[in-house]
């Protein structure tokens, strides 16, 4: 059995983006759904037996139609090429009051063919073309549906926390104890399991966040267990497999080293010692790179621009297509000396940049020991200048030459 995992579409991102000429669209979103039609053409053209999404299709929690129609295209894609989906909801897709429906619920209401949407814990024995696959699924569950008023009186945060940790934990063991020891079973879940490494989610997570131990979401009775929310795919224990899907398309600059992509998971028919024999596969997808251009203007540098412009020109293969951040470190002398427009100029391969400066704030040395500006000469001042500077003494030199023939010039009139 061929089973494809991934996780965190987060479908609205548009941070970097631009606005697409041909379809309207932020460039962001184009980038997005890119990934998703990857996804979506190599379950397609593999004959993958399931696709399972571990929650948040969306970034927002009430996605925009277009945002909504685009997500229903893919989705039909699979379900029309007889292709069942399963799909979990995460802390993304819930609504924003209680009584709402969740972000993937419609394909429930309107029991679209092949596809399968869990809100809350359940057992789901889907046909596929190799045979019957049981999902235990545990979405993200908000701390109401979990405890009452009552069993949260009189707790602190961390206890409350804890309570939670016991209570998630019994409900995978209880839907556990319903599998069918004969067929193959994952466990889909949108959680934070402690000791994963985390990105840019940390950011996004709304309210502090509830966790399992990897000992929690290990049973026997799973093949296999994928999960969603953290950005990083990881694995976090070999047998059996508990394993991050990580999400498809970099969001920031914190995701700038993660790779991103999703798992092929192959069950095996037969046990071997009691298991399953089950192998997975991490495939890599081509996302929109993030490029960090730093530069250090020192203070003796009287071109800061080509300064800027050499650097950036350093990277220019990297640059290109790329969301581009540049970061100039230079004194306030030197800042109004910098050509901007040369500066984007130079950036205009890239996909989208940004311009941020660092403006350093000398600070002041003393002219003279123990002495004030009226007590020194004005050549004085400048050598002491240029002293504070660590100006090179061939060119400190000539400039203290030009500075006595200007001061020379002012005091005569000439």
């Known amino acids: 059995m061929k089973i494809l995992h991934f996780a965190d579409l987060h479908l609205g991102v548009e941070t970097y983006g631009r606005i ?92 679209v063919k092949n596809v399968y949407v869990s809100n809350r814990p359940g057992v789901y024995r889907i046909p596929t073309p190799s045979g019957i696959v049981q999902v235990v699924s545990l979405p993200w569950l908000r701390r109401s549906a979990l405890l009452t008023k009552e069993d949260t009186k009189n707790l602190t945060f961390e206890q409350i926390n804890q309570r939670l940790q016991e209570v998630m934990t019994e409900v995978i063991a209880t839907k556990a104890e319903e599998l069918d020891p004969e067929l193959p079973a994952v466990l889909a879940a949108h959680v934070w399991v402690t000791g994963a490494k985390v990105g840019s989610e940390s950011s996004m997570t709304i309210g502090q966040e509830h966790a399992l131990l990897v000992s929690n979401v290990i049973h026997p009775a799973f093949d296999y267990i994928a999960l969603g929310h953290i950005h990083k795919h990881q694995l976090l224990n070999e047998n059996p497999p508990v394993v991050y899907a990580g999400s498809l398309e970099r969001l920031d600059f914190g995701e700038v080293e993660d790779e991103k992509g999703f798992y092929i998971v192959d069950i095996g028919p037969d046990k071997e010692g009691g298991r399953r024999k089950v192998s997975f596969d991490f495939h890599p997808l081509d996302g929109r790179r993030f490029v960090t251009v730093s530069v250090k203007i020192e203070p003796e540098d009287i071109e800061p621009t080509a300064t800027v412009l050499r ?17 100039v470190s230079l004194s306030a002398e030197l800042e109004g000396q910098l050509r901007d427009s040369d500066i984007r100029n130079a950036l205009r391969e890239a996909h989208y940049f940004t311009i941020a400066k660092e403006i350093r704030r000398e600070t002041r040395v003393r002219l003279g020991e123990g002495g004030t500006a009226e007590e020194i000469t004005p050549a004085q001042a400048l050598k002491a200048y240029l002293e504070s500077k660590k100006v090179p003494s061939e060119r400190a030199k000539v400039l203290l030459e030009y500075g006595e023939r200007l001061i020379q010039e002012q005091r005569t009139g000439l």
């Open 20 to 111: 697409d000429p041909t379809t309207g669209l932020s460039s962001r979103m184009g980038d997005f759904l890119k990934a998703l039609d990857r996804v979506v053409d190599y379950a397609i053209e593999n004959k993958v037996d399931l696709v399972l999404f571990c929650g948040d299709a969306y970034k927002s929690r009430e996605p925009t139609q277009t945002q909504q129609r685009e997500f229903a295209r893919r989705i039909n894609r699979l379900s029309t090429s007889g292709i069942p989906i399963f799909l979990l909801i995460g802390n993304h897709d819930l609504p924003n009051a209680i009584g709402k429906a969740t972000t993937t619920e419609i394909f429930d209401t309107l029991t």
């Open 311 to 327: 650097a950036i020109a350093e990277q220019e293969d990297n640059i290109k297509d790329a969301i581009v951040r540049l970061q």
